[in-house]
T-cell receptor, first 111, second 115 residues
Framework: TQLLEQSPQFLSIQEGENLTVYCNSS?????LQWYRQEPGEGPVLLVT?????EVKKLKRLTFQFGDARKDSSLHITAAQPGDTGLYLC???????????FGQGTRLTINP | NAGVMQNPRHLVRRRGQEARLRCSPM?????VYWYRQLPEEGLKFMVY????????ESGMPKERFSAEFPKEGPSILRIQQVVRGDSAAYFC?????????????FGQGTRLTVV
């Protein structure tokens, strides 16, 4: 079973559209991170959220941590082809030391 | 993530050989994680090490796989008697300390192909 469930697993949309990717769990996380990975490369950290209800913005990307710290979302406004990639959420449950990952959302933005 | 160095980037081994994957963490980082990724999948946790200690190896296969992070030198993930199913991308991440806000930074990975 996957501790972190991401949805959708695949998403293909047109340039200029908005989208939201979800990361859900039945467990409480002390912190949650979002990464973006391109083919042949390692994941690159985008953001870390630690407080329930926290919202962080990174240009056209908006990250939210659920009030109960069990879920998170990534919203992209006016998607661009350069946003194409594999988006991964990862987190540590309370008291745990290892960082666990969701299965990823593969996003394709078509020009 | 440019600070975490993994080598080699690509490794080809015949079935039955040994594979050694190396990871040099970012300067000042004393915690290392190893992950495995199959094509079109997310990252699966393998092992978490601190200098000279294995903290959590719950994701490591019971046989053929071992990891170390010596006081001096890089962390090593060792796979003995490789099989075709070991073919995957292996990623290392490092962090400076343990804590709920601690961020992990990844290397570019080693792509292992077993022929």
């Amino acid at each position: 079973t996957q501790l972190l469930e991401q949805s959708p697993q695949f998403l293909s949309i047109q340039e200029g559209e908005n989208l939201t990717v979800y990361c859900n769990s039945s467990s409480v996380f002390s912190s949650l991170q979002w990464y973006r990975q391109e083919p042949g490369e390692g994941p690159v950290l985008l953001v870390t959220v630690v407080t329930g209800g926290e919202v962080k913005k990174l240009k056209r990307l908006t990250f939210q941590f659920g009030d109960a710290r069990k879920d998170s979302s990534l919203h992209i406004t006016a998607a661009q082809p350069g946003d194409t990639g594999l988006y991964l959420c990862a987190g540590r449950t309370q008291g745990a030391q290892k960082l666990v990952f969701g299965q990823g959302t593969r996003l394709t933005i078509n020009p | 993530n440019a600070g975490v160095m993994q080598n080699p980037r690509h490794l080809v081994r015949r079935r039955g050989q040994e594979a050694r994957l190396r990871c040099s963490p970012m300067k000042g980082h004393s915690h290392v994680y190893w992950y495995r990724q199959l094509p079109e999948e997310g990252l699966k946790f393998m092992v978490y090490l601190q200098k000279e200690n294995i903290i959590d190896e719950s994701g490591m296969p019971k046989e053929r796989f071992s990891a170390e992070f010596p006081k001096e030198g890089p962390s090593i993930l060792r796979i003995q008697q490789v099989v075709r199913g070991d073919s995957a991308a292996y990623f290392c991440a490092s962090s400076p300390q343990q804590g709920r806000n601690t961020e992990a930074f990844f290397g570019q990975g080693t792509r292992l192909t077993v022929v």
